[in-house]
C-alpha cells in the first residue's frame, strides 16, 4: 500500500497540512482544482478592482518536496484507501487529509458569490460595467459581506451601495464593535438595511453580491463518510474521521463534531491551524505515537472597510468578543499585516516543518481520555 498522504485541497489548510508533511521527508501529493493558490482574504479587494489579482504561485508557496497534482476528487473509497477524480484517474494513499474548502453554497439566479475566485471574477466583471447611478446590492452580515460591501463602496462612490443583513451585523462582535463597524460602512457611503431577502426576489440593483454564507462540496456525503447538516466531514478531536485511522480533516469542509469544539468558525484563522495538526496527527501515527487533541484558539478578527479604515474586535480564545476593540487607520494597517502574514507563515512552514504556531485554545472540560479519542 502506498505511504504517500493525499491531500485534497489547495487552501490554507492543504497547503499548511502539505509543508508540514513535506518538511519531515513524508511523501505527500496535493490534489486540487487550481492552477494558482488564492487568498481568499483579498478576494474583496479583487471583487471591487482594488487588487490586480489575489492568486499566487504554489511553486513560492510549497515545500519542494510536495508533488502537486491537477485535478479534483469525484470519490474516495475508504476500504481500498484509494480517491478518484474527476479524470478518472485513481490515486492510492497511506493518509488522506480532507481539506476541499467551500464556496459551493446555493447562489439565486441573477446573484454572484464573491467568495471563491470564479465568482469574484464574475462580480468584478459586472461591476465595471455598471453605468453611473446603477444599485448594487450586498446582501449577507458577515465579515465576507461587510468587507465586500466597503471596498466597493469605495471603488463605485457614484453606485450607491446597500447592504442587507438579516440580523445584526457580525453578532460574535461586541456591541461597541458592531456601532464602530456601522460608522465606518456610513463613512464608506454603505446604507445598511435590516431585514430577510428573499433568494427568489432580490433587491432591485444592476449588481446583487450574495455574502450569505458557506457551503461546502459534498464529496464526503457521496464517498459515504459521515457528515454534518451541512455536509462536513465529521472528525473527532484529533482531527481523524471516527472509524477511519488514516483520514484526517481540516478548514472549511470539516467539523469537529466532539463537545468543546463548537467555538471554531468557518476561516483561515481556524483553517491553518487545523491542517498543521492533522499533517502532525499522521507523523505521529506513522511513528506509532499517539495523537494529540486539536488545540487552537483566537487573540483577535480584523476587518477591513476600505482601503484606509477598519475594525480589530479582540477575542477570547473561544471566539468570544472582548470589551477591547480598535477602529480607523490603525485597525486597518494590522489587518493589512496580518493579511500579509498568512503568506509568511505557509512560506515559513515550507522551510521549516514546525515553524508555524498559533495560539492555544480554550480549556476543555472534562479533558477528553486518550482511550475516547482512539474509539
Not at 474527476?86 to 454572484?112: I, M
Request: aromatic letters at 6%; glycine letters at 12%; proline letters at 7%.
Amino acid at each position: 500500500m502506498d505511504t504517500t498522504a493525499v491531500i485534497l485541497g489547495g487552501g490554507y489548510a492543504g497547503v499548511m497540512a502539505a509543508n508540514r508533511l513535506a518538511g519531515q521527508g513524508h511523501p505527500v501529493m496535493l490534489v486540487t482544482p487550481d492552477e494558482r493558490f488564492t487568498q481568499r482574504i483579498r478576494l474583496h479587494e479583487y471583487t471591487a478592482g482594488t487588487r490586480a489579482d489575489p492568486r499566487v504561485d504554489y511553486a513560492t508557496l510549497l515545500n519542494p518536496k510536495v508533488q502537486l497534482l491537477a485535478g479534483r476528487a469525484e470519490a474516495i473509497r475508504p476500504v481500498t484507501r484509494t480517491v478518484r477524480l474527476v479524470s478518472g484517474v485513481r490515486l492510492d494513499y497511506g493518509y488522506l487529509v480532507y481539506a476541499v474548502g467551500s464556496g459551493e453554497g446555493r447562489v439565486p439566479p441573477g446573484a454572484v458569490a464573491p467568495d471563491r475566485f470564479s465568482g469574484a471574477v464574475e462580480a468584478r466583471t459586472r461591476l465595471s460595467r455598471l453605468a453611473p447611478g446603477e444599485r448594487i446590492a450586498v446582501v449577507g452580515g458577515g465579515l465576507t459581506a461587510v468587507e465586500v460591501a466597503a471596498e466597493t463602496a469605495g471603488a463605485y462612490p457614484e453606485n450607491p451601495l446597500t447592504l442587507y443583513t438579516a440580523g445584526n451585523l457580525v453578532p460574535h462582535f461586541s456591541a461597541g464593535a458592531r456601532a464602530g463597524l456601522l460608522r465606518g460602512l456610513r463613512s464608506a457611503g454603505v446604507r445598511v438595511q435590516t431585514g430577510t431577502v428573499n433568494p427568489d426576489r432580490l433587491p432591485e440593483a444592476g449588481v446583487v453580491l450574495w455574502c450569505a454564507g458557506f457551503g461546502v462540496p459534498q464529496l464526503a456525503a457521496r464517498s459515504g463518510l459521515p457528515v454534518d447538516a451541512a455536509g462536513r466531514l465529521a472528525l473527532d478531536a484529533t482531527l481523524r474521521v471516527p472509524g477511519q485511522d488514516r483520514i484526517y480533516g481540516a478548514g472549511d469542509a470539516a467539523v469537529i463534531t466532539d463537545p468543546g469544539y463548537g467555538y471554531l468558525p468557518m476561516t483561515c484563522a481556524s483553517a491553518m491551524p487545523m491542517g498543521a495538526e492533522a499533517a502532525g496527527n499522521i507523523l505521529r501515527s506513522a511513528a506509532g505515537t499517539p495523537p494529540a487533541r486539536h488545540n487552537s484558539g483566537f487573540l483577535g478578527q480584523c476587518v477591513s472597510l476600505g482601503r484606509r479604515d477598519g475594525a480589530v474586535q479582540f477575542l477570547t480564545a473561544d471566539y468570544t468578543a472582548r470589551s477591547f476593540h480598535l477602529h480607523g487607520r490603525s485597525a486597518a494597517v494590522l489587518k493589512e499585516v496580518l493579511c500579509r502574514m498568512t503568506l509568511r507563515w505557509i512560506r515559513g512552514e515550507a522551510k521549516k516543518s514546525g515553524a508555524y504556531t498559533w495560539p492555544a485554545g480554550p480549556r476543555m472540560t472534562p479533558e477528553p481520555s486518550p482511550q475516547v479519542l482512539w474509539s
